[in-house]
Structure formats: structure tokens, C-alpha cells
């Protein structure tokens, strides 16, 4: 199934392949391929830096489930089915978000950037630690690399991405925006 481009589309159908990843994960204590990251903190990191981007950027509140801690699951559902409100609201469509760091952007195409393909990446890191479906859109995977490779040094300096794992040149489009987001594409889990 291709992809959507629309913000609020594309959002549901990549928080869609999560929430099954995030459903079918049996340990929440299994390391992952980000140093030091269990499969919790995946979804931890996902459910603890938006809201905050959001609100500051966008003066949007999300609605907040259980903590990651006591139930992983239900964190990440109510968490994406309030991201996924918010893009399916019309007036969405009119708000901007505004962030010091990347200025004033409307705010279905900040999400999808941001936050929509941070998912999409993440997704990647949850199935391979708990032994589950890995395999990334192939066409989002091209659209991620080519939109990151020329800004490379900005988002090495943030320090939101680890150095880059050196893959083989003729390696499948995944594979390179793995290496290329500080993964070993050959991580197996213990």
C-alpha cells in the first residue's frame, strides 16, 4: 500500500503499522538497536517529546493517557488517537506552529516532518527488538534519506541522530536510511 502524502493520512496509516508493532511486543524490558533503549523507551520517547513540541509550538494540548511506565499500550493509543484528532480537524488545516529552531511551518506538514516520520523511523527499532515485522515503506524511506542526506552536519549536531552505520553502496533504500539514522541494520536482538 502506498503512502498517503496527505499529513493527516499519512499519519494514520504509519501510526497504524506502530500501534500493531506496539500491540505485539510480549517484553517492554528487551533492549532495542538504540544504545542503551528498551522497547518502553521507544515508545516513551515518542509519547514524552511531542506533546511538549506541540504545545510550545502550536499552543495545543494533548490529551495524556496512562504513563509509559504503567501501561506502554494504552499510552501509545491515546496518545496517537490525539495526534490523529488534531490532524483531522479542519481548522488544523489554518494553524501554523512556530519553533525556534525551524521557524513557522503549518502545522499537518510540522506533525508529518516531525513527529510522523519520527514514528515511521521508531517503528523500525520496536520490530527488530522484539522480533516483529521490520520492513519500512520503501517510497517513505527515499523521501526521509533524500530530505536528510544534503542537511546531514545540521542533524549529526542536534545530537537526535547517533553517526552514521556504513552500509554497503548497493544496499536496499531501508538499509541505508537505518545506517544513515546512527542503526546497524544488522542489529538482531539477543
Not at 520503501?138 to 545540521?154: A, T
Amino acid at each position: 500500500m502506498a503512502l498517503s502524502e496527505r499529513p493527516d493520512e499519512r499519519h494514520r496509516q504509519v501510526a497504524a503499522v506502530f500501534t500493531e508493532r506496539v500491540r505485539g511486543t510480549r517484553s517492554w524490558d528487551v533492549p532495542t538497536p538504540v544504545a542503551g533503549w528498551t522497547a518502553r523507551d521507544v515508545v516513551r520517547h515518542l509519547t514524552d517529546w511531542f506533546p511538549a513540541f506541540l504545545e510550545s509550538g502550536a499552543g495545543i494540548e494533548l490529551r495524556r493517557g496512562p504513563s509509559v511506565d504503567e501501561d506502554p499500550v494504552t499510552a501509545w493509543e491515546v496518545q496517537c488517537e490525539a495526534v490523529q484528532e488534531v490532524l483531522d480537524d479542519p481548522a488544523s488545516a489554518e494553524r501554523t506552529l512556530t519553533n525556534p529552531n525551524i521557524g513557522s511551518m503549518p502545522l499537518p506538514g510540522a506533525i508529518d516532518r516531525f513527529y510522523t516520520a519520527d514514528v515511521f523511523m521508531h517503528t523500525w527499532d520496536l520490530a527488530r527488538a522484539t522480533g516483529q515485522d521490520d520492513r519500512l515503506d520503501p517510497d517513505l524511506c527515499e523521501e526521509l534519506l533524500s530530505g536528510m542526506e544534503p542537511v546531514e552536519e545540521v542533524l549529526r549536531a542536534s545530537g537526535q541522530f547517533g553517526s552514521r552505520v556504513e552500509v554497503p553502496a548497493d544496499a536496499d533504500v531501508q538499509t541505508r536510511l537505518i545506517g544513515f539514522i546512527g542503526r546497524d541494520p544488522s542489529w538482531k536482538a539477543s
